[in-house]
C-alpha cells in the first residue's frame, strides 16, 4: 500500500524546496509541533522563520492557520491587511479572518470583512453560506435568495450544496411563498435523502397546502431518521393520519356517523374526552368496521390513560384483521404515550398464538424489547420470523437489526455470520454493509475486505457521517493517524452530539500523543452516550488512560 502521507508532505513542502536549509528545517518542525498540538514549541518555530529577511508567503499563511488552531484570534486580526492584499482570494484564509473578528466581538467588522471576501472568493461554498446567512439574519431575504441562487446557478452541482436549498425554502416560508418553499426543499432532499430536519419542513409544508398523504409520508420519514423518539411528532402523525383518513373515507359515510364523527372530533379537540367517546360509541354503533372512528377511540383513551382499555380493543381488532399493520402502528403509537411495555409485550404475545407467522407480531414485538434493553430476547424474537420474510428488503433490515443486537451483546461470530446472509441478499442496504466493514476493520482483522464494502458504500453516499466514521476508522487501523483525525474532526464539528464519532476522535488524538486533550474529548463524548454499549465503551478507554 503506498504511503500517501509520503506526498501529503511533499506537498506541504514544495514552495520550499529551493529555500534554504534552515528554513525548510523550521518550516517543517512548525508543522510537525502544530501537528502535534505543541502550541510553545510550534511559536518558537514560526518565530525564527519571521526573523529570515522576507519570509516567504507559505510561512505566512501555515502561520495564519495555527494562529486560528491555537485561537490567537487577535493576532490573526493585526494580519488583516496581509490577508487582504497578498490572499485577497484565499477563501480559507478570508473565512479565517472573518471568524476571528466574530469571536473578537467585532460583528460590524466582521460583517465588511465578510462582504469583501464574497466579492473576492464568489463561488466559495463556505463564503457564500455565510453571505446568505448574514442576509437572513438582516431579514435581507431577497439578497440572501439573489446570493444563494447565483451560486448555485454558476458552480458545479455538488451533493452536499443540499443546504442550500434548504435555507431558500426556509427563506420562502418566511416570505409565504408555501409552493416555492416546497419546491426547494424537494430539490434539497433529491440531493440528501437522509435530511431529518429537510422531511420535516416538507411535510409541515405539504400539510399546510392540504397535502396529507404527502405529509404523512413526510413526517415518518422524520420519524424514522431520528428513532421515533419525537413524542409531539408521533402523536400530530396519529391524529394527521386519523385526520386523512377522515376526509378519505367520511366521503361515503352514512349521514347520522358521519355527524356523531365530527361532533366527537369537536370535543375531542376542546379536551371534552368522556362526551367524544360517546359520540364515537355512536358511530361504532352504526359502523362497527370504520376505521376513523377506531382511531379515535384509541387516540381518545390514549388521552384519558385508559390504556388497558385501547390495548384490549387494539388485540381484538388485531385478531380480526391479523394483516392490517394498522393496528400495530396504533399500538406502537400507545407505548410512546405511555402504556407499559409489559402489558404491550403480553398483547402482541397472546396475538402470536393465534397467528403464530405473523411478522408483524415479531417485529413489533423486538423493537419493545430493544428499547427495554432485553437484547437476547429481542434477537429470540426476530430469529423466528426472519426466514419467513418474502420481502427480500424487509428481511435483509431484519437481518442488519439481528447483526447489530449482536455486535452489542459481543457475539462477533454471530454478527458476521447474520451481515454476511443479508449481503448475499443483494438488497444493496448500506447500513447492513457499513456494519459489515466495521466489523472487518475491528473483530474480523481484514481491512481489505473492509475497504471494499465501504466503497461499495461511497460510491452512493458519500457524506453520510456514519459511514464516513467508518472510513475514519479503517485510516485509524492503517496506522494514518493524520488522515483519521483530520476526517474525525470534520465530522465531530457537524456532530457534536455524537458520542461514537467522539470516541474515535479521542483514540485517535492520543495515538498522536496527546493523551489530556484525548481524555477530555472522552468525557464530553460520556455525557452524549445513549447506549450501554457506548458508555461501556467510553469507560473503558477513561480507564486504560487514567
Known sequence: MKNHSFFITLAILAPFLHADSTTLHNYLWANYQQFGNHTAAAQSRYNLLFTEKNPSIYTHKGYLHFLSKTGQHTKIIQ?????NNTFVHDPELQILLVHALQKSGQSTQAHQQLLTAYKACPLDAQIV????QLYVNNKELNNALTTIDTFLNAATKKQNYFIFYFIKAQIYVQLQKIELALESVKEC??????????WLIRAMLEEQLGQLE????????????TGGTNKIIATHLMQLALKHRSIEQNKHALASAEASFNKAMALFDTKQYKQALAQVDICLSTNPRDTN???????ILSNMQQFNHAVALLQSWIKQEPDNALWFQALHLLHHNGAYSDTLLKTLQAVGKDCPNNVLVALYSADIQIRNGSKKEAIATLSTVVNHIKDMQLRTKVLFQLGLLHFELGDYAAMRTTLEQGKALNTNFLPLLNLLA??????????????????VVHAQDQYNPHYLDTKALILYKQKEYGQAHTLLQQLHNAQPDDATIALHLAKTIQKMGDAEQAKTIARQANAHAHSVYEKTRIAKFLTSNS
Not at 404527502?214 to 431518521?225: R, S
Open 79 to 83: 494580519h488583516a491587511d496581509l490577508i
Open 129 to 132: 453560506l455565510e453571505i446568505a
Open 189 to 198: 432532499l433529491a440531493m440528501h435523502s437522509g435530511f431529518d430536519k429537510g
Open 214 to 225: 404527502q405529509a404523512i409520508q413526510g413526517y415518518t420519514t422524520f420519524l424514522e431518521l
Open 293 to 299: 372512528s377506531k382511531l379515535l377511540k384509541i387516540q
Open 438 to 455: 466495521h466489523y472487518y476493520a475491528t473483530k474480523g482483522q481484514d481491512l481489505k475486505q473492509a475497504q471494499e464494502l465501504m466503497r
